[in-house]
């Protein structure tokens, strides 16, 4: 039996082949390789699918969390609320200008930042955050509308942080809309993946996304003569062009992610909780990962390998407990429930080339498994 793969980024190229081809021989036979017409047609695409009037394309989604915190003027030794239930890049992106970050719990369901556990940290600690990077985890937003309602009370600026949402919503509006800045990670992983690094930051408001596209490109607005202080985080003209073809793909894809998601609800193993998720129109979620929780995850995950089902975690050590960052900054509540659920999480088979077959066969498995 072949083995039924976690994720398959091959698949995502053979079935897309002829136009991937065309797209990166129409770049290499042009000549010109960085910001480039590619890039800018890319940027005008996404905006109309977000719906987001400003995208500014950068090199990666740590770039773009980076650049969207400097663009609000957060620099050292400012704090900066988020989760610590993330990839690392996240909280590496808050120290790369020298800021704190300071941890968030997830809220139990969802597993995104928990306004209230927000809200109660930052009437109890001496130093309130300048950012909140909330991180849309899985394919599910966090609740929006509670921290825009936070950050009008206690003044500070919201970052989504929108690698693995790709249009998700919520209350009908895209990832990436509520915020004052929110960052996108195509890396291949991703619902929307390139084949190499790349990021974009979106925005409604037109002097931010002024001040990143100086920000992106040593700080120029005109050719050698920096304004302002910057880097060099540029999209290439490869990757935005084959992002072009499959951003025409993405809502396919994500209609099909939600089809799988379905699948694996109906197995209904007990010993298994499956995703939480508030049903549209409140909140659409977009299953970059299906992520199921099993206080007896290795037991699963040996009988899921000997039915050739691959799986993963994301993420089996929380950021404040990996080994650069334990201890190296004050955790000022508990982090109960990110703790907890790093030992339970369990990711299945996600890719929208499963065939009906394989999506069908890992809910047979979940289902007949037993201790």
Known sequence: MKPILQVDLKAIYQHNKDEIDKAIKDVLESGWYILG???????????????????????????AVELSLRACGVGYGDRVATVSHTAVATVSAIERIGAIPVFVDIDPNTMTLCPNHLETMIK?????????????IYGQMADMPALMDL???????????????????????????????????????KNLGAFGDGGAIATMNSELSEKLRCLKQYGWRERNNSLI??????????????????????????RTRQQIAAIYDDSKNPKITYPFRTRVPVSEHVFHQYVIRTKYRKSL???????????????????????????????????????QYAKEILSLPMNPYLSSDEMNSVAKALKAWNL
Not at 152 to 178: M, P, T, W
Not at 318 to 328: D, E, G
Request: charged share 20%.
């Open 124 to 136: 109890n600690i001496d130093k309130p955050p300048k950012a909140v990077v909330p991180v849309h």
């Open 301 to 339: 995950q040996n009988w899921l390998e000997n039915n050739q089902i691959q799986t993963a975690v994301h993420y089996p050590i929380p950021v404040h407990l990996q080994t650069a960052y334990k201890n190296k900054y004050p955790i000022h509540m508990p982090l109960t429930v990110t703790e």
């Open 151 to 189: 950050s009008d009370r206690h003044s500070f600026y919201v970052i989504e942080d929108c690698a693995q949402a790709h249009g998700a919503k919520f209350n009908g509006k895209n990832a990436g809309s509520f915020g004052h800045l929110a960052a996108f990670s195509f890396y291949p992983t």
């Open 229 to 254: 202080s910057g880097v060099n985080s540029r999209m290439d003209e490869m990757q935005a062009a084959i992002l072009n073809v499959l951003l025409k793909k993405l809502e396919g894809y994500n």
């Open 37 to 63: 017409r590619h890039v800018e047609a890319f940027e005008k695409e996404f905006s109309e699918w977000t719906k987001i009037p400003h995208v500014v394309s950068v090199a990666n989604g740590t770039d």
